[in-house]
C-alpha cells in the first residue's frame, strides 16, 4: 500500500509543472487525496488541494486558488497537480497524501484529518 509522487523539478518562475500522485494497494475511491508541501526550513506541510472520494469536488488553499488545478484519472489510480504561474514561494517538497477527513481550514491552508498514507514527496524548485 503506497502513493508515489513525481514529476517535480527545477522550473523558472512563472513557468509550470504538472505532478502525479499513483497510489497502489489501495482505491482511490475510499478516500479523499491532498497535495501538500513542506517549504525549506519548515516543519509543518501545508495543506494545499484536496479532492474529494464522494463526488470528486475540489477544495484549494487561497495561495494556490487560481494557479493550481488538483484532478483525478480512477483508471489510473492516478491524482494530478497541474501547477501554473509558479512563484519562488511555491519552492518545497510537495507530497500527496489519502485521508478519511473531514476537511478543514487553519491559518489558510487545508487540514484532511485521519491520513491512512502519506507518499515520499517530490522536490519542486522554482529559481526566480
Known sequence: VQLVESGGGLVQSGGSLTLSCAASGFS???FHIGWFRQ???KEGREGLAIITSSDGS???ADSVK???TI???TSKNTIYLKMNNLKA???GVYYCAAGRGPITVADRWLILEDIY???RGTQ???SS
Open 117 to 119: 498514507r502519506w507518499g
Open 124 to 126: 519542486v524548485t522554482v
Open 71 to 73: 484532478s483525478s484519472d
Open 58 to 60: 475540489t477544495t484549494y
Open 39 to 41: 517549504a525549506p526550513g
Open 89 to 91: 514561494e511555491d519552492t
Open 66 to 68: 487560481g494557479r493550481f
Open 28 to 30: 482511490f475511491d475510499d
